[in-house]
């Protein structure tokens, strides 16, 4: 539960504990003496919603992936480059927004990354580029092919990530700065030949931001090269999200630069999102730093909520801001005072999205929220990972009908909402 030990003579205790407390997840057992059956077959007599037990996306995803990297394998590198190029121009995404050609590029490269990833763990550094150098040559033989670029550079840039680590700054040697620093060098010349704008071209626009890690100073041109990414693919909220988190202090920006950038966004967008971009821009950022919670506009926020789920009503979406509101946003609660006021008001929200707008679970959009929407976390096995978000999105919703389920009322979830009927 939430480290609250710290406001024990504020007043915002009371408020934090009503709040929070509610939303709680099947390993943590509900503190209140009207307390919610834990086990999971109790629960579901008193709660009935549909499961969306097909993993649609990531299914989708991996398909687009293989596809790329059998292409490769196959060595049909004009038909892997007219597939990239057709998904880039056609704006193709998965249903929770990602970028089909950029898939394809993974799966063309993930051969060669992996191996690379294989032979630092082992030590083995005979054969680290043998793969880079294959592509190396495959790019030699269409110098103007764009898609070829992009999957050549972005192998470069996941080979430095691999040097580097994703640890801070500090912890990195100085050989695997150096190798992650020529890497991201090597992918920045590649693409350099190439405009995203005139080429009208996402999936190039995206590998270009991708660079700024490796740039002296980023914090000057950030912006200016995410706001390109976004005016080229407004739809996508990805785009949004990935600028607000880049905006951060720990990374390129400033918080004063990610409010401003919030706001401008949503103003470019407002035919596509409404007020919608402004909650993109915040939606990673006010999760990861209880600072930039403090410092949102929460009414702009909760604004932008409801014209995301008016513009985007399907339910990948709604789950999505639902998981986000209970689950990922409450991690930082009791860290900063200042910033659990905001974060309460984010986190009611819930109330009226479970309520007006759920009538099914993703369960694993429920199980990525529980690990901060983290791509890089390693999964396992993913039954036992869409388990654990399904009980935890059941715990949740079922909580939120508490009064009426202790009152002896089923809860069924249909196509137009809950309906309550007598136990």
């Not at 693919?233 to 950038?261: T, V």
């Not at 939606?283 to 513009?311: N, P, Q, S, Y």
């Not at 659990?340 to 099914?360: G, Q, S």
Request: net charge negative; with cysteine.
């Amino acid at each position: 539960m939430f480290n609250l030990s710290r406001f024990s003579n504020s007043s915002v205790l009371k408020a934090l504990a009503a709040r929070f407390g509610r939303f709680q997840t099947p390993e943590t057992p509900f503190g209140s003496k009207r307390a919610l059956p834990n086990a999971q077959e109790s629960l579901e007599k008193f709660l009935s919603i549909p499961i969306c037990e097909d993993n649609f996306d990531s299914d989708a995803s991996q398909e687009v992936q293989r596809h790329g990297q059998f292409l490769v394998r196959q060595d049909r590198w004009d038909d892997l480059s007219k597939a990239i190029h057709k998904a880039d121009q056609n704006r193709e995404t998965t249903s929770d927004g990602m970028l089909v050609a950029d898939l394809l590029a993974y799966g063309a490269r993930a051969d060669v990354v992996r191996a690379v990833e294989h032979a630092l763990a082992d030590g083995n550094s005979k054969c680290l580029l043998d793969g880079i150098n294959g592509l190396e040559a495959v790019r030699r033989e269409h110098p103007d092919d764009m898609a070829i670029a992009v999957i050549l550079a972005l192998a470069h840039i996941d080979i430095g990530w691999a040097w580097r680590g994703r640890g801070y700054e500090a912890t990195v040697l100085t050989q695997n700065r150096k190798k992650f620093a020529a890497h991201l060098d090597r992918a920045a010349i590649i693409l350099s030949p190439f405009c995203a704008t005139e080429l009208n071209s996402p999936v190039l626009c995206a590998a270009q931001c991708a660079l700024l890690a490796g740039e002296s100073d980023p914090n000057t041109h950030v912006a200016d090269k995410y706001e390109s990414l976004i005016d080229l693919h407004p739809q996508n909220h990805r785009h949004m999200r990935a600028m607000g988190h880049h905006l951060l202090p720990r990374w390129f920006g400033s918080y004063e630069q990610l409010e401003l950038e919030a706001r401008r966004t949503a103003s470019r967008t407002q035919d596509v999102w409404g007020n919608g971009a402004y909650t993109w821009v915040y939606f990673d950022a006010i999760a990861l730093d209880a600072k930039a919670c403090e410092k949102v506009d929460v009414d702009f926020f909760i604004d932008g909520l409801h014209d995301i789920v008016a513009t985007r009503p399907e339910q990948e979406i709604v789950n999505l801001l639902t998981s986000y509101c209970t689950i990922a946003l409450r991690h930082g609660a009791g860290i900063s005072e200042e910033a659990d006021f905001p974060r309460m008001r984010i986190v009611d929200c819930a109330n009226w999205l479970i309520r007006d707008h759920l009538t099914e679970v993703h369960p694993l959009i429920w199980a990525h929220a529980a690990e901060g929407f983290d791509n890089n976390a390693r999964i396992t096995s993913l039954s036992r990972f869409a388990a654990r978000g399904r009980a935890d999105a059941l715990h949740i919703i079922a909580d939120q009908f508490r009064d009426e389920i202790i009152g002896g009322k089923h809860v069924k979830f249909t196509s137009t909402g809950p309906e309550l009927h007598s136990a």
